[in-house]
């Protein structure tokens, strides 16, 4: 009997690397018994994250969307949490919303404190900021 040693994994490129279109899978395999698969199958948007941007979405989804632990898991303020869940949407290929003026952004922080999801200091770093 075989044994067979896996591999290192690597994160496979999402553009070709002659014209940069966009690559489609068209092989799996077994890493056990080394049966292989070959066809077309459907893109997977979320391959092509790197591992930072896949463990920001894994703790975003298990925080049911609450930025306040997402900052908390990252150690970093609301408007950096926020900018790093807008580059995770870019990257996604998500259209972000358009930008907001002051006064409704400032209405939407207002509304967040008040739910628990920002805290003050944070919305403020964030109203400090916009008003430069």
Same mark, same amino acid.
């Given at each position: 009997? *075989?044994?067979?040693?896996?591999?290192?994994?690597?994160?496979?490129? %999402?553009?070709?690397?002659?014209?940069? /279109?966009?690559? %489609? !899978? %068209?092989?799996?395999?077994?890493? $056990?018994?080394?049966?292989?698969?070959? #066809?077309?199958? @459907?893109?997977?948007?979320?391959?092509?994250?790197?591992?930072?941007?896949?463990?920001?979405? $894994?703790?975003?989804? /298990?925080?049911?969307?609450?930025?306040?632990?997402?900052?908390?898991?990252?150690?970093?303020?609301?408007?950096?949490?926020? /900018? @790093?869940?807008?580059?995770?949407?870019?990257?996604?290929? !998500? /259209? *972000?919303?358009?930008? !907001? +003026? @002051?006064?409704?952004?400032? $209405?939407?922080?207002? +509304?967040?404190?008040?739910?628990? +999801? !920002?805290?003050?200091?944070?919305?403020?770093?964030?109203?400090?900021? #916009?008003?430069?």
């Amino acid at each position: 009997m *075989t044994t067979h040693t896996p591999h290192t994994q690597h994160t496979p490129p %999402s553009a070709c690397p002659t014209c940069q /279109a966009p690559l %489609s !899978v %068209s092989g799996l395999h077994c890493e $056990r018994c080394d049966t292989e698969v070959r #066809g077309h199958f @459907r893109h997977c948007e979320f391959c092509a994250l790197d591992d930072a941007q896949r463990d920001l979405l $894994r703790v975003f989804l /298990a925080a049911r969307g609450n930025t306040k632990e997402l900052e908390r898991h990252l150690g970093v303020s609301y408007p950096t949490a926020r /900018a @790093r869940l807008d580059e995770l949407l870019t990257a996604l290929g !998500v /259209a *972000t919303a358009p930008p !907001v +003026d @002051r006064q409704t952004r400032r $209405r939407q922080l207002l +509304d967040a404190v008040a739910r628990g +999801d !920002v805290d003050v200091d944070d919305a403020m770093a964030e109203l400090t900021q #916009g008003a430069g």
